[in-house]
């Protein structure tokens, strides 16, 4: 496990631009394993409100698709378990994590920040405007798709590899933005090496 309190390279500025919230969609549950994504989460909810958004737990075909919200009592972190009939097929997969989305959302204030940790989550938020785009490749995912990897890098506003001081510069740019304007997406900066194989946390 990475260790935090003895390493320098978490800058104390680390935090939010004010006024914003932030959605991290990841395929690890909150609770699997706490490293560094964890870390963030928590230390980004010292300065407005942090959803951390699962993968779907599968229910039974009976039941309606549903969201499960509770609150990390030591992080203040919001983490949101969608349930899903199981089997679904894909289609409506997306249409149901879309919906159940959307409900959330309106109970949530904006501007947000889009932190994606896995690709294929795209599928379902695509439609979420945001003032700037996060995709976090510091977590391995096993069966990445190419198409979504490429989209997702081309509308990315800050690709994160562990370099936080680079992320504390962009959401310092943002910060400093009179207006909700976006950021401009950083383009396929990355060599295509690194998003076959990134870098662990």
């Known amino acids: 496990m990475f260790d935090f309190a003895a390493s320098s390279e978490v800058p104390s500025s680390l935090s939010l631009p004010p006024g914003h919230s932030l959605i991290c969609f990841s395929h690890l549950r909150w609770n699997f394993e706490f490293h560094r994504l964890q870390y963030l989460m928590?230390?980004?909810?010292?300065?407005?409100?942090?959803?951390?958004?699962?993968?779907?737990?599968?229910?039974?075909?009976?039941?309606?698709?549903?969201?499960?919200?509770?609150?990390?009592?030591?992080?203040?972190?919001?983490?949101?378990?969608?349930?899903?009939?199981?089997?679904m097929k894909r289609l409506d997969r997306e249409a149901a994590l879309r919906a159940l989305l959307n409900e959330f959302l309106t109970e949530e204030e904006g501007p947000f920040i889009r932190w994606y940790c896995d690709p294929e989550m795209l599928l379902f938020t695509r439609h979420l405007a945001?003032?700037?785009?996060?995709?976090?490749?510091?977590?391995?995912?096993?069966?990445?798709?190419?198409?979504?990897?490429?989209?997702?890098?081309?509308?990315?506003?800050?690709?994160?590899?562990?370099?936080?001081?680079?992320?504390?510069?962009?959401?310092?740019?943002?910060?400093?933005?009179?207006?909700?304007?976006?950021?401009?997406?950083?383009?396929?900066?990355?060599?295509?090496?690194?998003?076959?194989?990134?870098?662990?946390?």
């Open 130 to 201: 945001s003032a700037a785009t996060v995709y976090d490749m510091t977590l391995p995912i096993a069966g990445r798709v190419p198409v979504l990897e490429r989209e997702l890098r081309r509308i990315a506003h800050h690709i994160f590899t562990g370099d936080t001081a680079a992320l504390c510069a962009t959401f310092g740019e943002l910060a400093r933005r009179p207006d909700p304007t976006p950021l401009t997406p950083v383009n396929d900066l990355l060599p295509s090496a690194l998003v076959s194989e990134p870098q662990a946390g």
């Open 42 to 87: 928590s230390r980004f909810a010292r300065s407005g409100r942090v959803v951390y958004w699962e993968e779907p737990e599968e229910a039974t075909p009976e039941c309606e698709p549903a969201l499960g919200v509770r609150t990390c009592a030591e992080s203040g972190v919001v983490i949101v378990t969608p349930s899903l009939p199981e089997p």
